[in-house]
């Protein structure tokens, strides 16, 4: 596998790469763009506290793959 994601709800998502340059989309149930993040490191994380409560997609794209993951946000 070519990543390691950590969720820690209504928190952050830790991320561990075996890329160097990840971009990461978080998605809304109607397709919405609701945070686009451009990671330029092999471990890094994300603040999801700016999310409201609901579901929600990330996607995770480079050049090892593209990966999607549902995050819940209560």
Do not use: M, T
């Amino acid at each position: 596998e070519w990543f390691s994601l950590k969720w820690r709800p209504n928190s952050e998502i830790n991320i561990i790469s075996n890329s160097v340059n990840n971009n990461l989309v978080v998605y809304d149930l109607n397709g919405r763009v609701v945070a686009d993040f451009f990671k330029s490191s092999i471990n890094f994380s994300i603040n999801c506290e700016f999310l409201n409560s609901g579901i929600y997609f990330l996607r995770i794209n480079n050049e090892l793959g593209v990966f999607h993951e549902k995050i819940i946000i209560k």
